[in-house]
């Protein structure tokens, strides 16, 4: 810029008399450290690129800058025009435009500093019976840690004494705080707000959940939709195109139009530089990188740019039951049989079992008093419930398909019926090949998840459920939320299957939160797991929901589409940018007095690089809609 500014005065105040000292010595001088110093990066991308026989954007700027400052030397040899102030200006105004892509690229993608600048920086630790202040990177798994009212939590964990209202909105996204108590779960770097609590350290260093969202993000913003190959590939054909474009126009203009070698090698440059798509190349990589960041704010972690795509033609979406429509926590409502019985031999059989139907059978026994006695031979039967030996008899636990190896009354299989239709699990519980008694488990649908549904299909997709539940439960929880269409009694295994079938009629969306789920996470075309599922869960979904809010599906799908489409928009005006601009520096209308020389050309491209960042920047601002109606 600095050595630019002298010749861009000499342009301005030529007209009324003003020269620069020293006239074309100076012109060369300045020119020849810019082509050496700034210009040599382009020329030598380019050389690289020849090499291997492409081309790329530098190509064309490292060939329009070479022949304006090559062409310029002979003329000064021969005392012909020269115009040297082509080539330094294009090299500073397409370096120009880069400062300033690079500074709206950095705005683009400061969601994931700001995360990092999120972390506590110390903790206070019980080490020795005191507690004392060390550094975030001293902190270890199982420490206990003291918060008080103001302070950031440091690490993922679990309070063991205490409460507080903790603002969980820097990571979640959720503006309320949320009440914590004694076992309840603490994510670092989330705010305490009035109360004092002592938690012990789960997960600290990149195994936090900041951590875990930082580096998501990091990954999702350096991706590459499978949109930006077309862009590649434009661009490799583009450049040689161009090429052809600017030689015949020299040859247009100097062989059939007669004029001079400047003036027609002049048009021939400004070809070369007006059609530079840089702009393609930005209009993929900043809409990515602003639209999953803006996401990670809203709490919805998008992985990569291939989601983002995959999301725009999904037409069903498919929920996992447990965890995902519903609360997750299921309780026990009714038992039938002897009350001393059944649920004293049913929490022997599930001491063993991580089922959550377990969870809620032991939780019930515990709340009961009741002592559990040990099971012998212990037996899981997949899909089906598990089997052992009890107090010296054969006794068992299980589903609907369990019954087909066993006996029960038909007043049973009466109440059984009842209690299914109340949007209630039955299990059966029964000794050597009898059922004697039923337990029913009710797990009750989130308080979103009508609205989230509901917002679904005001988008126009198909929602389904996919459960390993019995049918008439599945298609009571499927009617209080609004599901569409209920696919019941799948095994564990076989969700994938299910997910592959109705990929046969459209993309597919599966949102779910458990191991089981991990498979149908991979295979469908999207897959969206919820921010409190497991690990592997997570690993496998596309798309995580942070706040394990279900009304998020709609609002990722909805960022997603806008981050594809403003993707489309980018691309459609860079290269409609080119299209129109290369007659007009080719001299089309140089008879209605329209032309573009070099630098002008070289100013036109920056500016529409940086046209490019803006309209992705833009995407911070755009409203994100929870219905079909959304644009552009």
């Not at 700034?38 to 690129?49: H, I, L, N, T, V």
């Not at 798509?277 to 704010?297: D, E, H, I, N, Q």
């Amino acid at each position: 810029m600095i050595l630019s500014l002298p010749m861009l005065a000499e342009m301005i105040f030529h007209p009324f008399g003003w020269m620069l000292p020293g006239g074309e010595w100076t012109m060369l001088v300045l020119t020849t450290i810019i082509m050496a110093v700034s210009a040599g990066p382009f020329w030598q991308s380019a050389w690289a690129s020849f090499t291997k026989h492409h081309s790329n954007m530098d190509t064309l700027v490292a060939i329009g800058t070479a022949t304006a400052y090559f062409y310029s030397i002979y003329a000064m040899i021969t005392h012909q025009a020269v115009f040297f102030e082509s080539a330094a200006f294009v090299t500073t105004f397409v370096l120009l435009g880069q400062v300033f892509e690079e500074r709206m690229r950095n705005n683009a993608s400061n969601a994931v500093d700001k995360l990092v600048n999120l972390q506590a920086k110390e903790a206070s630790v019980l080490r020795n019976g005191e507690l004392i202040k060390v550094p975030l990177s001293e902190v270890a798994v199982g420490d206990l840690i003291r918060v008080k009212p103001g302070e950031k939590i440091a690490v993922d964990g679990v309070i063991t004494k205490g409460s507080s209202a903790i603002d969980e909105s820097m990571v979640t996204g959720e503006s309320m705080p949320v009440e914590k108590h004694a076992g309840d779960r603490v994510i670092g770097s989330t705010l305490n707000s009035n109360g004092t609590f002592m938690f012990k350290a789960e997960k600290v260093g990149s195994d936090t959940m900041l951590s875990q969202i930082v580096e998501l993000v990091r990954k999702a913003q350096n991706s590459h939709a499978p949109i930006q190959k077309l862009t590649d590939q434009v661009s490799n054909i583009f450049v040689p195109i161009v090429l052809i474009i600017s030689i015949l126009t020299f040859l247009v203009w100097y062989v059939l139009l007669g004029a001079s070698v400047a003036n027609a090698l002049i048009f021939a440059v400004s070809v070369v530089v007006i059609a530079c798509p840089c702009a393609l190349g930005l209009a993929t990589p900043t809409a990515l990188m602003v639209g999953t960041g803006r996401s990670a704010k809203m709490g919805i972690l998008i992985k990569n740019g291939e989601v983002l795509e995959a999301v725009n033609d999904v037409t069903t979406v498919v929920f996992d039951k447990t965890g995902t429509i519903t609360m997750g926590k299921p309780e026990v409502t009714d038992i039938v049989g002897d009350q001393s019985q059944i649920l004293p031999l049913a929490a022997s059989l599930e001491a063993n079992s991580e089922h959550p139907l377990a969870a809620a059978v032991l939780a019930k026994a515990k709340g009961e008093g009741i002592t559990v006695a040990p099971a012998a031979d212990f037996q899981a039967i997949e899909g089906k419930g598990v089997a052992a030996t009890v107090n010296g008899q054969t006794a068992f636990i299980g589903n609907d398909k369990l019954l087909a190896d066993h006996n029960m009354i038909d007043d049973l299989k009466q109440t059984a019926i009842k209690l299914q239709t109340a949007a209630k699990t039955v299990v059966y519980v029964g000794l050597d090949h009898q059922v004697i008694g039923l337990i029913a488990i009710q797990d009750a649908p989130k308080a979103t998840s009508k609205e989230a549904i509901a917002a679904l299909k005001q988008r126009g997709l198909k929602t389904v459920m996919l459960t390993g539940d019995n049918e008439r439960v599945a298609k009571a929880i499927a009617d209080q939320v609004g599901i569409d269409s209920v696919i019941a009694d799948v095994l564990p295994a076989d969700k994938a299957d299910h997910v592959k079938m109705l990929q046969q009629t459209g993309k597919v969306a599966f949102v779910g939160d458990g191991i089981n789920d991990a498979p149908a996470l991979t295979v469908a075309d999207v897959g969206i797991a919820m921010g409190s599922g497991t690990d592997i869960a997570i690993e496998s979904g596309g798309i995580v929901l942070v706040k394990n809010d279900l009304r998020d599906v709609d609002r990722a799908l909805a960022m997603s589409r806008k981050t594809f489409n403003r993707i489309k928009l980018n691309l459609f005006w860079a290269f409609v940018y080119n299209v129109l601009g290369i007659p007009v520096a080719a001299g089309a209308f140089y008879a209605i007095g329209l032309t573009l020389s070099p630098e002008l050309a070289g100013l036109a491209m920056a500016f529409s690089s940086l046209s490019v960042v803006t309209s992705s920047v833009l995407l911070n601002r755009a409203k994100i809609t929870t219905n079909v109606s959304e644009t552009a």
